[in-house]
T-cell receptor
């Protein structure tokens, strides 16, 4: 069965520090991978999506970046965090047939 | 632009029935999803509709009318554990999920 791992679950980082969130998928190959951010009481905002290794599309201009070094690994990064980067970050994958999206556990990021 | 609308909050009584509506305006349509999200947790999949009509899964049913850009999620025999946010999402012509802000459902005894 397919599983998705995302870590860490919670993170408190000072303003200006770097960020690296990692997401890995098991039990599937060549998935579409997504990074979302969710502000409190809001819907999911798509940040990045990837249809293959090294292929990243950005939906929202920001100081975040994403990379996909391996087929089932998706990384969200920042060189210098801002206060506005605080939120709930979710990694998700969807197959080519895409009748469902599976989410990781989420990372609660607080920038202080 | 693309837009998905759903009520911000609803309240219902344990054992009752509640209907959560979702209207959408998107560039293309390749299906509509409903997800349940408990506070602080990731969303979990409830249903997927791509054709008009009603899909039933136990206590939960989802309806779609593509011509009206409308869907609803029907929850029967409400239980306290159903207190959560319910997210509507549409898969657009580029196979990207467009998300609504979610409906917070409060269940009272």
């Amino acid at each position: 069965s397919q599983t998705i791992h995302q870590w860490p679950a919670t993170l408190v980082q000072p303003v200006g520090s770097p960020l690296s969130l990692e997401c890995t998928v098991e039990g599937t190959s060549n998935p579409n991978l997504y990074w979302y951010r969710q502000a409190a009481g809001r819907g999911l905002q798509l940040l990045f999506y990837s249809v293959g290794i090294g292929q990243i599309s950005s939906e929202v201009p920001q100081n975040l970046s994403a990379s996909r070094p391996q087929d089932r690994q998706f990384i969200l990064s920042s060189k210098k965090l801002l206060l506005s980067d605080s939120g709930f970050y979710l990694c998700a994958w969807g197959g080519r047939e895409y009748t469902e999206a599976f989410f990781g556990q989420g990372t609660r990021l607080t920038v202080v | 632009g693309q837009n998905i609308d759903q009520p911000t909050e609803m309240t219902a009584t344990e054992g009752a029935i509640v209907q959560i509506n979702c209207t959408y305006q998107t560039s293309g349509f390749n299906g509509l999803f409903w997800y349940q999200q408990h506070a602080g947790e990731a969303p979990t999949f409830l249903s997927y509709n791509v054709l008009d009509g009603l899909e039933e899964k136990g206590r939960f049913s989802s309806f779609l009318s593509r011509s009206k850009g409308y869907s609803y999620l029907l929850l029967k025999e409400l239980q306290m554990k159903d207190s959560a946010s319910y997210l509507c999402a549409v898969l657009d012509s580029n196979y990207q999920l467009i998300w609504g802000a979610g409906t917070k459902l409060i269940i009272k005894p």
